[in-house]
């Protein structure tokens, strides 16, 4: 029964998320869109660890925009998100292009002079997309572009690039445009997940890790706070040591996990035992309030799809310092998010296994 958690923006509860999936597709036009998504990505109070290789501070800050506000309307697909980088990259070189025919539209990253096509998807100011200030606006022109992906008919079966043409209606009508920077687009994606800090940013795919993604998200510097009980700083040093491993749906060890199979090895260092299943895990422990959260006390949230209402679905460790590990996903494995990160879906409980 344990599940990947849903990585997504903190902050804005995961109900928000399907208002937002269920706003974006049934949008038929400007009036439809007054709930702006850069509204979504600011209260997120994103932070950078720093730029993004070969990328400007203001493409940088774009990219990490597109994969947030796609990641959060399709549902973390790293398909969407890739193809909305793809897109913005071969229109726009990822700048907010204003345009010289299109007044108001100018936001200092450059202009075009391409019809009335403006933003980092250059959409045509006149057909529309959305008003002027949507489409120069870089989180409502992400949340614009994928709305129109996210409507086509098995968009997920088809080529990348057949899927962005279809959007675009570039001049390119196979999208070869658009194929050039596939592969481009992939590597500024992989360096987008590991790019937030612990102010808390969740960019879909990889997103919300506390610290760059080398580390598997453990700071620096790090270590186990004074003052830690000893049955839990054994839980805390084998879990720390399984950073990076790879999450297995069953598996608890050595070298690879799902959640309450990490929680559960972790405290069997400390001779406790605990049940591989979060929901045992949560009924095992001694209840502890948030405020009283100490270093090894497990930390249990609704993931993605909880086995019913109270119940977790997901499990990490706390680390102290606001921290919290976890095997997350196939694709992230074990990694370090910030506590306010991880229980940005909800809380169902934190115990103590020692008791």
């Keep these: 029964m344990d599940h990947k958690f849903l990585l997504t923006i903190p902050v804005v509860a995961l109900a928000g998320l ?8 049934g949008a038929t036009g400007p009036a439809s869109q007054q709930a702006s998504l850069s509204t979504l990505v600011n209260m997120a109070g994103c932070q950078s660890t720093g730029l993004l290789a070969s990328l400007d501070p203001a493409q940088s800050v774009n990219a990490e925009t597109i994969v947030s506000v796609t990641a959060a309307a399709s549902g973390e697909s790293t398909q969407a998100e890739q193809i909305a980088l793809m897109v913005a990259i071969t229109e726009s070189g990822l700048r907010n292009l204003g345009n010289t025919k299109v007044p108001g539209s100018n936001s200092g990253q450059g202009m ?28 409502d022109a992400a949340g614009l572009f994928v709305q129109r992906l996210l409507a086509i008919p098995g968009w997920q079966r088809m080529k990348p690039w057949h899927a962005a043409q ?13 194929r050039r ?18 102010a808390g940013c969740g960019a879909g795919v990889g997103g919300g890790l506390a610290e760059v993604a080398s580390s598997y998200g453990l700071p620096s ?3 186990i706070p004074v003052g830690t009980t000893p049955k839990a700083r054994l839980a805390l040093t084998y879990a720390v040591r399984k950073l990076g491993s790879k999450y297995v749906w069953g598996a608890a060890g050595p070298n690879s996990f799902d959640c309450s199979g990490l929680t559960m090895m972790a405290w069997a260092q400390a001779g406790v035992t605990l049940d591989h ?79």
């Design 221 to 223: 510097g790090y270590t």
């Design 181 to 198: 920077h596939w592969s481009e687009a992939g590597a500024v994606l992989a360096k987008v997940t590991g790019s937030f800090t612990t």
């Design 166 to 178: 279809l959007v675009q209606g570039s001049k390119f009508a196979n999208g070869s445009n658009y």
């Design 277 to 355: 299943y979060t929901v045992d895990q949560m009924r095992e422990g001694q209840a502890v309030a948030a405020s009283a959260i100490a270093p090894g006390d497990l930390v249990l949230v609704p993931g993605t799809d909880s086995p019913g209402p109270g119940l977790p679905g997901h499990v990490g460790i706390y680390l102290g310092d606001g921290l919290v590990e976890s095997a997350v996903d196939p694709q992230l494995g074990v990694v370090v998010q910030s506590f306010a990160n991880f229980v940005s879906g909800g809380l169902d409980a934190i115990v103590n296994p020692a008791g």
């Design 112 to 139: 075009g002079s391409n019809g009335y096509s403006v933003g980092l998807f250059q959409e045509q100011a006149q057909e529309g997309w959305g008003t002027i200030a949507e489409e120069s606006n870089p989180a």
């Design 18 to 25: 399907v208002g937002l999936v269920t706003l974006l597709g």
